[in-house]
């Protein structure tokens, strides 16, 4: 009788623990250094970037979007996901030359949203009251650290522990090291260069060790050639380009067609990438930010460069 009374008292002192330490881990959830207050999972959900879009679904929790804003190209998602996707009211899909959504304030505070994922110039958790913001860690301010497969991890962690789906994250980002450790890298070494041209001239960024696009090309079984500078995007010029010598080029793009682009930059002849038709277009969230989809990515990047 001791032992069953000394037990309920453990199970008791348990369970009052547990409470109280869900209690602290809601306050615990931070994104980009600011607290993500929720009082439950959310469940009115205004999505304004496509970044996150496969990793709420693999969480099942997509559902939870009730409005989205900006561009959702049908080939980053499976059937299911997009019949999901056109069910949710599109807010605007405009975008700025450089990729970025075009909307105000008003707008996002109009669907009455208990959770905004994605940042714009007006949309922040400084801007949006007690209607807490999050975006991918990577974009955070002053994030520069490598980034690496624990990037996806902690992606994935993220919308478990918002959602209230951390066994569900745990699965998934299990399913994930599994299928990158099947990817098959090229047998030689090639150098790549992964670039953002700007369709129809203008600026041209390349990406380095804070992108996830230094993994997904490494885990390929290549070298980025870009992957010494420690910052995630940056501005290069053709000349620095021409300079690197890329065996093969990875043109990200949100529309247009980046190979032309990659084309006409001045000197690109000289480039072995370009001499070779090494010069491959990959849509933006194959490789940026860190998501489910970089597995997918990672294969791409390896059977083309073979």
Request: include cysteine; aromatic fraction near 4%; proline fraction near 8%.
């Amino acid at each position: 009788m001791r032992s069953l009374t000394s037990l309920a008292v453990i199970l008791a002192s348990a369970a009052a623990l547990t409470s109280c330490a869900n209690t602290q881990e809601e306050a615990k959830i931070t994104n980009c250094g600011h607290p993500v207050n929720l009082q439950k999972a959310p469940e009115r959900v205004t999505l304004l970037a496509p970044h996150s879009v496969n990793t709420l679904a693999a969480l099942g929790v997509l559902d939870k979007v009730t409005a989205k804003a900006g561009k959702y190209p049908e080939q980053l998602y499976s059937p299911e996901t997009n019949a999901q996707l056109a069910k949710v009211p599109t807010l605007t899909d405009e975008l700025d030359p450089s990729g970025h959504l075009n909307i105000g304030r008003e707008e996002v505070v109009a669907t009455n949203p208990d959770l905004v994922i994605g940042y714009t110039d007006q949309v922040t958790p400084q801007t949006m009251g007690n209607t807490p913001v999050v975006t991918e860690p990577v974009f955070c301010e002053g994030a520069h650290d490598p980034a690496s497969w624990d990037s996806v991890t902690q992606e994935v962690e993220l919308y478990g522990q918002i959602f209230d789906r951390e066994d569900k994250a745990r699965e998934v980002n299990e399913q994930i090291k599994q299928q990158v450790a099947q990817i098959k890298k090229v047998d030689r070494p090639l150098k790549v260069a992964v670039l953002y041209p700007s369709v129809g001239g203008g600026v041209t960024y390349a990406y380095g060790s804070a992108s996830m696009a230094t993994p997904v090309v490494e885990t390929a079984g290549l070298d980025n050639v870009f992957g010494d500078v420690n910052e995630r995007v940056f501005e290069v010029s053709a000349e620095q380009i021409v300079a690197k010598q890329p065996d093969v080029i990875v043109a990200l793009y949100q529309s247009g067609d980046p190979v032309e682009s990659v084309r006409a930059l001045p000197g690109a002849e000289t480039i072995p990438a370009v001499q070779n038709d090494k010069i491959m277009a990959l849509p933006m969230n194959y490789a940026e930010p860190p998501g489910p989809l970089a597995v997918e990515g990672a294969r791409r990047v390896a059977e083309f460069a073979r």
